[in-house]
Nanobody, 123 residues
Framework: VQLQASGGGLVQAGGSLRLSCAASGRTFTNYAMGWFRQAPGKEREFVAAISRSGGSTVYADSVKGRFTISRDNAKNTVYLQMNSLKPEDTAIYYC????WGPGRTTKTDYDYWGQGTLVTVSS
């Protein structure tokens, strides 16, 4: 599985961005998906995950109520809608495949990773 993340950019605090992650292959619907982020000098951290069908989602406390993860299985794409952005949301955002689980929160549970897209939130 190959993943291509896009949609990052520079936005002012309070603004919105929508990230996309396009997956290759015909097995996309077999996998749960997740978004992680890594700020400079920090560990990669969990942001959100979604189940194979899209019927179940989970979020980090830091983004709950502001971010929404969704997927379009017909387009082999997972999205991350980010609203009310804060400077502390600045990071490289990565999408990843949870091949065996329902969309878990630990990065070591994920099997395939995209290249990342940079989100910068100015104050």
């Amino acid at each position: 599985v190959q993943l291509q993340a896009s949609g990052g950019g520079l936005v002012q605090a309070g603004g919105s961005l929508r990230l996309s992650c396009a997956a290759s292959g015909r097995t996309f619907t077999n996998y749960a998906m997740g978004w992680f982020r890594q700020a400079p000098g920090k560990e990669r951290e969990f942001v959100a995950a979604i189940s194979r069908s899209g019927g179940s989602t989970v979020y980090a406390d830091s983004v709950k109520g502001r971010f929404t993860i969704s997927r379009d299985n017909a387009k082999n794409t997972v999205y991350l809608q980010m609203n009310s952005l804060k400077p502390e949301d600045t990071a490289i955002y990565y999408c990843a495949v949870d091949k065996w689980g329902p969309g878990r929160t630990t990065k070591t549970d994920y099997d395939y990773w995209g290249q990342g897209t940079l989100v910068t939130v100015s104050s």
